[in-house]
Structures are given as structure tokens and as C-alpha cells.
């Protein structure tokens, strides 16, 4: 029976509801999907068919070594998805500059480089922003993320210090439609579209997470949206799975972020969606058996 990781960090180590979902329907393949914590040294990587990235949500906080650990895996060239090089390339925000180039529209963004001496409240000021969002070009789940206006953004000035001699720092325009209409995240397999979701925050927050009281629903996007996620991920290389997540301002889809390594990919939330996830896991992981 062909054997595919789901790799998991240690505060999931059962995996998350949607991936359990992903263990019964690969069962029904002939396939066994287990949990497989990323950073357990005991984990024998070689004795699986597939090694899919799932939760590995602590990556943000030890990405010297989970680089470390991609490089391995690729070294060893062990089955894993998504590809070492595009998760390399995803694991730094940066790569948003690089959508930007190849004329991807992308959420106004500001990239002050280490040495750079910036005064986020003039910095605002000069953009005529009305507020901004200041976060790290390496992280997940809004981590050490603030919402700034030009008024209070000496608030945020120690941060943005911080993250300038450290993992770097971007600073984005805050996109009103986030809380008016909601952020879309469009999910895909192999690059065909399987389903989307609206995510919406609490009253009173910016943040559409779950963890910060966020509310999500499954909704169709509008056929602009699609052509846009679409073109997205055209313009990277092939996938296994992906989300696309971004806002319409003016009927103009803007990309905020590709998520590539480590997505909630709500599965449990369309009746379709973890055959069809467990369906491009089990291509990959029988083609390695025979």
C-alpha cells in the first residue's frame, strides 16, 4: 500500500479536521495518508511514496532550519509537494515583487531594505494611504502583523525597526473591500480550480483568520476573479495545490498572497474537494510505486 506523509508541525500532531478528511478518502484509494511532523528527527522520509505539506504552521518562527529541511528532502530527492524550489521561493513574500514584474496586480506594497532609515508615519503620508498593514516577509496567520494609520503609525515604527535587521519588512496599503466585501481564497489542484472561499473579520478587526474570530463561507467568485487566479498561477511553475488569495477594489482582482507551503485549504467546506485534493495526491504517489 503506497504510503503518503502529510507533514504536520508538533502542536498538530494529529493533523488539522480537513486533513482528516484527506486520510479517509486517500483509505478508499488504497493509499495511507499519516501524520509526519516535519522537525522529528525519528521520521524516515525515504519510506514514503508522497511527502505533502499540510500544517507545518510553526515554519514562520524556524525557517533556518525548515529551509534546512527542504534542502534535504531535495538533496535526497524525496517525492515532495509542493516542489523544494517553489517552496524556497513562497517561504519569502518577496515573491509578490516578483509577480509584480511579470504584471500580476498586487496589493500596493512598500519594501524598506535593511540600512534604509524609514519614518512609517511620513511614509504614509507621501502615499496618501489612510492605513497600512506592517508585517514580516516571512510569515503565517497575521504573526507580528499591525494595522497603522498615518495618525498612529509611530506606534508601529519599533516594529518596523525590528523587522528591517531581522526577517525583513513590507508594508502594504489596507484594502478597504477586506471588510466591506471579504478577502477570496481560491483553491486549486494540479492548477484546475476547485472551489473558493470568502473570508470575512470580526467587527472592529482587519484579520479574516479563523484564529481572530474570522468567519469564512464558500461562495463563487466572479468570473474576473477566477481569470485573474487563473493567470496567477500560470505565471508560476506546475503546482500540486495552491491558494490564491486577494481582494476586489474597482472590478480589479489585487493578489495579496500565493500561498504555496502550508494553506488551510478548506476542504470539509465543498463536498468535492478532498476526493479531488486526494485524487492529484494519489497520481503522485502510485506513479512512484510503479
Do not use: C
Not at 191 to 213: E, N, W
Not at 269 to 276: C, E, I, N, V, W
Amino acid at each position: 500500500m503506497p504510503r503518503v506523509a502529510l507533514v504536520t508541525s508538533s502542536k498538530i500532531p494529529n493533523l488539522t479536521a480537513d486533513d482528516r478528511l484527506l486520510v479517509t478518502v486517500l483509505a478508499e484509494s488504497a493509499i495511507r495518508g499519516e501524520p509526519a511532523i516535519w522537525d522529528d528527527a525519528a521520521v524516515d522520509w525515504s519510506s514514503y511514496d508522497a511527502i505533502i505539506l499540510r500544517s507545518t504552521w510553526d515554519y514562520h518562527v524556524k525557517t533556518e532550519k525548515f529551509l534546512r529541511w527542504i534542502d534535504f528532502l531535495a538533496d535526497a530527492r524525496a517525492p515532495l509537494w509542493n516542489p523544494p524550489t517553489l517552496v524556497r521561493w513562497n517561504a519569502n513574500k518577496t515573491y509578490l515583487r516578483d509577480l509584480d514584474a511579470k504584471e500580476i496586480a498586487i496589493v500596493p506594497t512598500i519594501w524598506p531594505d535593511a540600512g534604509d532609515q524609514v519614518s512609517l508615519r511620513e511614509k504614509l503620508r507621501e502615499l496618501a494611504w489612510k492605513k497600512a498593514v506592517v508585517k514580516p516577509r516571512i510569515s503565517a496567520t497575521a504573526y507580528r502583523t499591525q494595522l497603522v494609520t498615518p495618525e498612529d503609525a509611530d506606534s508601529a515604527q519599533p516594529l518596523v525597526d525590528e523587522l528591517l535587521v531581522g526577517p525583513g519588512v513590507m508594508v502594504q496599503k489596507f484594502m478597504e473591500s477586506v471588510v466591506v466585501e471579504g478577502e477570496w481564497s481560491l483553491i486549486f489542484f494540479e492548477g484546475v480550480f476547485s472551489h473558493a472561499i470568502l473570508k470575512t473579520p470580526k467587527s472592529g478587526d482587519f484579520r479574516v483568520q479563523s484564529d481572530f474570530g474570522g468567519n469564512d463561507r464558500l461562495a463563487d467568485p466572479p468570473e474576473h476573479v477566477l481569470a485573474s487566479a487563473t493567470r496567477i498561477l500560470n505565471a508560476v511553475d506546475p503546482t500540486l495545490y495552491a491558494r490564491v488569495d486577494g481582494v476586489v477594489e474597482d472590478d480589479r482582482f489585487y493578489l495579496m498572497e500565493l500561498e504555496l507551503i502550508e494553506p488551510a485549504l478548506f476542504l470539509s467546506s465543498h463536498p468535492g474537494a478532498p476526493a479531488r485534493f486526494a485524487d492529484v495526491i494519489a497520481k503522485k504517489s502510485l506513479a512512484r510505486v510503479t
